[in-house]
């Protein structure tokens, strides 16, 4: 396209050419017209003094005549006439025609408002170029006032064909128009030559230039010629020199602020008056789901279809000082909380082009204050219901029950619970904080042992309750089968499980533990046919103090974090934990081990 297009523009010879030809052509003709015009005037100039002469001649001989119209008067106009080589007409103060020397007066119209007739009949001299329609032709009038005593009885009026005049400055016309076209053409060939010497240099400027802009500014031009192209050559290679700095620099400086905005964290997204997206980073796109080149250049109603983004984005661009906000986001990725800055985004003039926002996203942060929140209320709540009971029962026993010794061990007992139950609470937590901060710190010891050992440990622990419900608990396990892990946390994890199904399985049933090994790693399933769980409650089945039935959780001693101890201590071996539930057919507990346990486990506080 570019190569067509040079191919369209004229040559530089091709265009100082006609430049010159035309500069010539306008010279030529303003002088030839100027020159004819002042031919013109001088030759009419000159046919009206001859005319006025005449005219003078003309009222000396008819002096003796008196200006009444005869025969007499019009053979002296026509022999006069005749004489002179002009047209003579005497005309009457009323502007009626006496005699003329072409035609009959009687077969002429009345003079008196003929442009010349009435400045003679003035007493002045009257000239007039104009057509006659009598004649059918151009003349030239010329009316001289006729004075007897003193007053004006008449006018002689002399006319001359204008065809000499113009034949005349037709001949001076040819001639003129002859050597300009002579001087034209050798005005031409000396700009040709010229033209020609001017633009073998710049021919060579110009492919230098061509090199330019392809990119090859390493390439200098040759600084010859005359002292202007020498002048331009070197201010070329200047321009090449200064350009190649700066593009590097560009290329640098665009290089780090695209190295700069792709690996933030936080979504930087810039936009222009008429909310088109200027730029946007790739964790902008990431939070809001979209394809960022596509994104680029289109309104962010049609990219982003987020009320509460776009109502803050005309908020930034309609503010001159920087806003901030929250919002949530319900997308694929689910519901985002997102802490949004927005300031205007100027230019080097100080002009407002726009506005730039940054979204932090805060998700993780809102879910650990609500987990927190959540946590500190439960704690607060589990504490306070033995704490209130101890207190209740104290008072009691200060207001005189200890005078009863029936009542009074009653509440022993009862307190006694309480703060068995109010040790076990403080006896989780701990376990789980100090989990948690071994599973953070990445300090869990693990060792390769066999695994049949600390199942059959854990089972052990259980069997007493168990057995006073006519419990069978059931151990499959290969004897060689063996799992990174750290045997004392492992089985408080399976002691944890098996007392819950203990916990929550009718008399007569079967508790089954069972072990097996495959490529992935290890897994551990702990199957009751108890009551089982309801599938709304298996997504937070994990949560610390989290109940599926509250009134039968506590009236079975449970704190409410066995679960919770359970989950992180299978993430700090890097495993996972699932649960598999049916209300009134019971559950089945998976722990799934991995050969090696990753250096930093994923840790989630729930």
Request: net charge neutral.
């Amino acid at each position: 396209m570019a190569a067509l297009s040079r191919r369209r523009r004229k040559r530089l010879v091709w265009q100082l050419f006609p430049a010159f030809a035309l500069v010539i052509l306008i010279a030529l003709g303003a002088a030839g017209l100027h020159v004819s015009h002042a031919l013109k005037a001088f030759y009419l100039r000159q046919t009206i003094d001859h005319l006025q002469g005449l005219g003078r001649l003309v009222e000396q001989s008819v002096a003796a005549e008196p200006l009444v119209m005869s025969a007499e008067l019009q053979a002296l106009a026509q022999r006069l006439g005749r004489g002179a080589g002009v047209r003579v007409t005497l005309i009457a103060p009323d502007g009626q025609v006496l005699a003329d020397s072409d035609e009959l007066p009687t077969q002429m119209d009345n003079h008196a408002n003929r442009p010349e007739v009435r400045q003679a009949l003035l007493g002045a001299v009257g000239s007039e170029l104009r057509y006659s329609h009598t004649l059918l032709r151009n003349l030239i009038y010329v009316a001289v006032p006729v004075e007897r005593d003193g007053r004006i009885v008449g006018c002689v009026r002399t006319a001359l064909a204008a065809t000499d005049i113009e034949e005349n400055l037709r001949t001076i016309h040819q001639r003129m128009l002859a050597g300009g076209l002579g001087a034209a053409l050798l005005a031409a060939l000396i700009s040709l030559g010229l033209a020609r010497r001017i633009s073998r240099p710049l021919e060579e400027i110009r492919r230098g230039a061509e090199r330019f802009a392809q990119g090859d500014l390493g390439r200098r031009l040759p600084v010859e010629g005359s002292a202007e192209i020498a002048s331009l050559a070197e201010a070329l290679n200047l321009m090449a020199a200064q350009l190649d700095e700066r593009l590097q620099t560009m290329l640098s400086q665009r290089n780090e602020q695209e190295a700069v905005l792709g690996s933030m964290v936080e979504g930087v997204l810039a936009v222009d008056t008429d909310e088109r997206l200027i730029r946007i980073n790739s964790a902008a796109a990431s939070l809001l789901g979209v394809d960022g080149t596509a994104a680029q250049g289109r309104v962010i109603h049609e990219v982003v279809r987020k009320a509460d983004l776009q109502r803050f984005v005309a908020r930034a661009l309609n503010s001159s000082r920087p806003v901030e906000g929250d919002m949530v986001l319900h997308g694929a990725r689910g519901e985002l909380f997102l802490q949004a800055h927005g300031s205007p985004l100027r230019d080097s003039h100080g002009r407002n082009i726009g506005a730039l926002v940054v979204l932090n996203d805060v998700t993780r942060l809102r879910r650990l204050e609500r987990i927190r929140s959540d946590f500190v209320a439960n704690v607060s709540h589990e504490l306070k219901t033995p704490i209130t009971a101890i207190r209740g029962f104290v008072e009691t026993l200060l207001d005189g029950a200890l005078d009863k010794p029936e009542d009074a061990r009653r509440f022993l007992d009862i307190i006694l619970r309480q703060s068995e139950r109010l040790h076990s609470i403080i006896e989780d937590l701990l376990a789980l904080s100090r989990i948690e901060q071994e599973s953070e710190r990445g300090g869990l010891e693990v060792q390769e042992g066999p695994l049949q050992p600390v199942l059959a440990a854990a089972i052990q622990v259980c069997e007493p309750a168990a057995t006073a419900k006519a419990l069978r608990v059931r151990l499959v396990c290969p004897e060689g089968l063996s799992a990174a892990m750290s045997a004392p946390l492992l089985e408080q994890a399976l002691v944890n499980l098996i007392d819950n199904a203990v916990k929550y399985s009718p008399p007569g049933k079967d508790i089954l533990v069972e072990a097996g090994g495959d490529d992935e790693g290890v897994l551990i399933r702990v199957r009751d046919w108890g009551v089982g769980i309801s599938r709304e409650h298996l997504p937070r089945l994990f949560e610390r103090f989290y109940r599926v039935d509250k009134a039968r959780s506590r009236k079975q001693g449970g704190t409410g974090l066995g679960l919770a101890i359970v989950k992180h201590i299978v993430q700090a071996h890097g495993g996972q934990i699932s649960v598999e539930s049916t209300p009134g057919e019971g559950s089945t507990f998976s722990l799934r081990l991995p050969r090696r346990r990753a250096e930093r486990p994923g840790n989630s506080r729930a």
